[in-house]
């Protein structure tokens, strides 16, 4: 049984700077570790390098340590594209300043780092070599930077250095997101749905069932897992009805069926849209299922690599039912694991996967980049669940009014098709 926190629920902090600047050494620091090779050699670190740590009282967190973001040449530029990847998926990112002082250079990857809208620091390594320069301290006085001067070498400032880390933490990570523990009391009996298929790994349930169950039972809560064709069994012998059924989305609409109307339902790709970013705008963006025509593009977002199955939820499923519910021609293309076009435009509807294997800050960032390019986001659970007729019952305990968002999708789009030549 794997022990280890999902990387989807790590803090993920990002080392950048310029080369040479000491960033290997003080994630080395940090950590207490040998992570990252170290060497006077500019350029030592040529891919982000992941470190998983628990920075107590916060938790577990990944450091990544990145390759110089004024790296040349075509090898340098490919680097410097894999930084900026990882600064997508970051929480906390340390600007990371080296003997040189803050130059040009410096402010101009302060800028990359604002326009992401990644919360940042700078940290004057080296000051056993020299400490900030009175000009720079003036600068992030000016520009409102925070700052702090440590040695990597020597070890003076990192205690503090984590301690200020534990303080930039965003406040979703202190306060600990929940997934269905709003929804449930001390002594609920919680009903889950786990239908067992050919992408089902092989003695294990999928993430988002783990979580949702040690939620549960966090909670001091009963959960009663079974199969789609257990339910009236698992009824009949409750001695109370369950205060909630979780589904999983694949079978929503029989589910539906056979769970009384008074009792919440709701699914497991529906609990980690909320846990993972904005769930009003997810059940937006499948309103936009309805305004798809012939010909439009929809992208198909997984978090993961993964071997596609026959009968793949994302790449097969998904497709297939949303064909039969608008009788459209529509193209489909995937982007797995942490690529994400940058030329969203063309796109009429992004659907992407539960992101159980990325953190929220990615996630929330993805969602703001469709915002910003005006294309409606979905998730695959929330688009099932749209296309299957259901998503009014399974968002009905979250407060969220389909109808209304419906309107409001819909009218947008007729807005944007008479603005199109």
Known sequence: MPTKTPRGMRLIIT????????????????????????????????????????????????????????????VGKLRVRATLKTLWRTDIAILV??????????????????????????????LDIRPPSSKDIEFCKAQG?????????????????????????????????????????????????????????????ILPQ???????????????????????EAFANLKRPPALVITDSQVVLSVSGDVPDTIPLTTFSTLFARFKGDLPCLVEGAAAIDTLNDGDTVLVGEACS???????????KIPRWISQYTGKEIDYEVYAGHDFPENLERFKLVIHCGACMINL?????????????????????????????????????????????????????????????
């Open 145 to 205: 930077y925070f700052f702090m001067s440590v040695s990597a070498k020597s070890g003076e400032g990192i205690q503090q250095l984590r301690e200020e880390i534990i303080d930039f933490a965003p406040a979703e990570i202190k306060c600990e997101p929940v997934l269905a523990a709003d929804l449930i009391t001390e002594g609920d009996w919680v009903l889950c749905v786990t239908p067992i298929d050919l992408a089902a790994p092989k003695g294990r349930l």
């Open 97 to 126: 300043v080296g003997e040189e002082g803050i130059t040009k250079h410096e402010e101009k990857i302060m800028q990359t780092i604002r326009e992401l809208g990644v919360s940042f620091f700078i940290v004057f390594n080296k």
């Open 15 to 74: 080392l950048v700077g310029s080369r040479n600047a000491g960033k290997s050494s003080l994630i080395n620091a940090l950590t207490s570790q040998d992570i990252a090779i170290v060497s006077d050699q500019a350029g030592t670190t040529t891919d982000p390098v992941a470190k998983q740590y628990e920075l107590l009282p916060l938790g577990p967190v990944t450091f990544y340590d990145t390759a110089g973001l004024g790296d040349t040449g075509e």
């Open 210 to 232: 783990v979580q949702v169950l040690r939620e549960i039972l966090d909670c001091d809560a009963v959960a009663v897992t079974v199969k789609e064709r257990e339910i009236e």
């Open 306 to 316: 993964h071997h596609a199955v026959a009968d793949d939820i994302g790449r097969v």
């Open 361 to 421: 800050a990615e996630m929330v960032r993805r969602m703001n980049e469709c915002k910003r390019r005006g294309v409606p986001i979905t998730n695959y659970g929330v688009a099932i669940s749209k296309i299957q007729g259901v998503l009014e019952r399974i968002v009905a305990p979250f407060d969220i009014d389909v109808r209304t968002v419906n309107a409001k999708t819909i009218s947008a789009a007729q807005s944007m098709d008479k603005q199109t030549p």
